[in-house]
Each structure stands twice: as C-alpha cells, then as structure tokens.
C-alpha cells in the first residue's frame, strides 16, 4: 500500500507539473496575463479553452499511467511525462494552426469579456489532439 501511495505522489506531481506547463504555454499564445483574464476580468472564453486544455492533458496522463502501469514505475513515469509534454507542445501547435485559418487573432478573441464561438472552437481542437494522443498510447 505504501508503494501506491508513493507512486499516486509521483504521478499526481507529474500531471501538476504538466498542467502548469499546458497553463503558461496557453499563457504565452494569448496577450496578457491568461490567469487575471479568467479570475480577474471573468472571461469564459478563456476558462472554457483553459478547461478543455486541462481535461485533454488529464486524459493524456491517464492514458499513459493506465496502459504502462504493468511495465514498472520507471518507464510509466518516464511515458507520462513524455506523452504529456508531446500533448502540450501539439496543443500548442494546433493552436496556432487554428489562429492561422480562422479571422482575426484567436488569442485576443479567447480573452475578450464576452462570449466568442472561437473558444468553442479552441476547446474542441485542445480536446481533439488529446483524444488523438490518447489514442495512439492506448494499446
């Protein structure tokens, strides 16, 4: 039992970890200050982008934890870690494909007061290459 509390430790800090990387490279596509837009300037866009973020990296994590966890501590650990930083830098790049196809700048529409499509938009593509990388660790 001991075992599985150090391993839940380890991978828990590993997903903080690799959710606070997916926040501030979210962070660094959008202008300004991503966390006073979402607690200080209350804008669902992006909360709702930031959500979905959050929940593809989730599952990223899980899927690399669940179809590892057989083959020993280490080499889970070390495929959580690489599928999740893959996950945030292809996020990273779907999000900019996205802003290159769509009108105006995606970053700036995701950190308007107002509600903007476009964070619907940007969530379902965070959520798509997620299930994407899920899919391809899943056995």
Do not use: C
């Not at 979402?38 to 994590?61: K, W």
């Amino acid at each position: 039992m001991l075992a599985s509390i150090g391993y839940a430790v380890a991978y828990s800090g590993v997903g903080i970890v690799l959710l606070l990387l997916g926040f501030y490279v979210l962070d660094l596509l959008t202008p300004g200050h991503l966390g006073r837009h979402i607690y200080e300037h209350r804008s669902v866009n992006a909360a709702i982008t930031l959500a979905a973020g959050f929940l593809g990296q989730g599952a990223i994590v899980f899927a690399s934890i669940w179809t590892n966890a057989t083959s020993g501590f280490g080499r889970a650990l070390l495929y959580t870690v690489v599928f999740g930083v893959l996950g945030v830098v292809l996020q990273a790049v779907a999000f900019l494909v996205l802003d290159l196809i769509t009108p105006g700048k995606l970053g700036e529409h995701l950190t308007e007061g107002s509600f903007h499509p476009a964070s619907l938009v940007s969530a379902a593509v965070q959520l798509s290459v997620a299930i994407i990388i899920v899919a391809s660790i899943w056995p």
